[in-house]
């Protein structure tokens, strides 16, 4: 496991969020305790609850609990857990005080974990490929003569199966080997056509809808199941503490712009900009990219390709996650650079502030990547995830048999591996746990892609 002082990375949908707290039933906390100047909780690795992005740590799970120990004033020592079972043991050992992770309300837990905090309820899901002239599946008899693909061994194979038998057979179940390819894989093939139909949590299905517009996610088909944070049953004063907060307006209102950010805000750029190469230039700022590529020696026209595939050239664009500007800056990366959020969006700073990122980027990844043309994926990967899970592809790579030092093929193939558990919770080579390598792998080749156009109208 990890342990790391929070410093300065979605977690558990919420088909229907309820804000009523615990299962305790008190609302304030007991005289006789205080809160301890360090908050320690663990969590997951995942798309849901915590990961970390451009070197910030981020999650809803996260966001919440950091929110918590903020307003209390609280250190947050953040430990991620390789497992449900192992987090919750630690809350028995009392090694953490707070599982923020999303636990489900059953029987067997119950004995173990006094549920507080946020509350969820998710289900599995069909997830289906909106087609125009084609009518969705709108009941589960209809599934009936279809093919759909799962996870061998998982819940939801279980689930396809009881379900089939009940509608009397007739469901063609296929399923996946989940050390080759795991649920977001599945939701992907969906997408693209490659497969007709899969299976998964609502939770998981309604974060990759905002990757995926083109899917239909309404179907049910299992009961829902209660989920919240957790606590051990001896500290119920913890969680009236927890649940008094969460219970605030300010809390529920932050609880609904994070839903908001993780849940719904597109993940994809779907407004894409017209580029005719018109009169021999990229864009209207190409006099800043040739200004400060020579800084460091590379050709302008890659930068001002990453430029095209950060924002389209919109000086006013901002991401989910907040980065902004031409060149997406984040707002961590533009305090450590000196430029302050009144000129973060402007055209020539902005440029000149990625331009300064590149250079440390390339300090970085010298000795491990020698060849410089060959370098420069690796940084334009680092500038896009954060320089911390292109190190733990490199890792990885090593492991698997793939050169360490080539991009194409190798360690982009090993950034891929980084979204599966048995990769991103194997700590002897993947430090930085959860990351989605997909939309890293994209982005490289659609730098690339756009500079090889540029390269053909564009003189240097």
């Known amino acids: 496991m990890i342990r790391k002082a929070a410093t300065a990375l979605i977690a558990l949908t919420v088909l229907l969020p309820v804000f009523t707290g615990c299962d305790s039933k008190k609302t304030q906390v007991e005289e006789s305790h205080t809160l301890p100047d360090t908050l320690r909780v663990a969590t997951l690795y995942s798309p849901l609850s915590y990961f970390i992005y451009r070197d910030e740590e981020m999650g809803y799970d996260y966001s919440l609990i950091k929110s918590f120990a903020d307003e209390k004033g609280l250190v947050l020592d953040l430990v991620v857990a390789p497992g449900m079972e192992k987090m919750i043991a630690m809350l028995d050992s009392g090694v953490v005080d707070v599982a923020a992770y999303e636990i489900p309300v059953t029987a067997e837990f119950k004995k173990r974990v006094l549920s507080c905090g946020p509350e969820n309820f998710t289900s599995q899901v069909l997830v289906q490929p909106k087609k125009k002239g084609e009518p969705l599946i709108t009941d589960v008899t209809e599934l009936v003569g279809k093919d759909v693909w799962v996870e061998r061994n998982s819940k939801y194979q279980y689930r396809l199966e009881n379900l089939n038998e009940e509608l009397g057979g007739g469901i063609n179940i296929h399923t996946v080997d989940r050390d080759t390819l795991i649920t977001e894989d599945l939701i992907e093939m969906v997408s693209k056509g490659t497969i007709p139909l899969t299976i998964v949590d609502s939770d998981i299905a309604r974060i990759n809808q905002t990757y995926y517009k083109g899917l239909d996610i309404t179907l049910e088909l299992s009961f829902q199941q209660r989920q919240a944070w957790g606590v051990s049953p001896d500290s119920g004063w913890l969680a009236d503490s927890i649940n008094a907060w969460f219970d605030t307006e300010k809390s529920q209102e932050r609880n609904a712009r994070l839903l908001k950010r993780y849940f719904e805000l597109s993940k994809v750029d779907n407004n894409p900009y017209p580029i005719s190469f018109d009169g021999g230039r990229i864009s209207p700022y190409d006099a800043f990219f040739k200004k400060y590529a020579g800084e460091i020696n590379w050709d302008w026209r890659l930068i001002a390709a990453q430029g095209f595939t950060e924002s389209h050239f919109n000086p006013e664009a901002t991401s989910w996650v907040g980065a902004r500007g031409i060149m997406q800056i984040m707002p961590v990366t533009a305090r450590n ?124």
């Not at 030092?405 to 700590?427: H, I, M, R, T």
């Open 337 to 460: 650079y000196g430029l302050s959020m009144d000129d973060i969006a402007k055209p020539e700073p902005n440029i000149a502030t990625a331009v300064k990122l590149i250079k440390e980027l390339d300090k970085m990844f010298t000795e491990r990547v020698p060849d410089p043309e060959e370098r420069k994926k690796f940084i334009i990967a680092a500038y896009n995830s954060g320089p911390a899970h292109i190190l733990d592809a490199i890792n990885i790579a090593k492991k698997i048999g793939k050169n360490p030092q080539k991009w194409d093929g190798n360690v982009a193939e090993a950034l891929l591996l980084k979204s599966n558990p048995k990769y991103f919770n194997d700590k002897s080579v993947c430090k930085y746990g959860y990351f989605r390598g997909k939309q890293t792998y994209a982005y490289v080749r659609e730098v690339y892609r756009f500079y090889d156009k540029a390269k053909a109208h564009v003189s240097a």
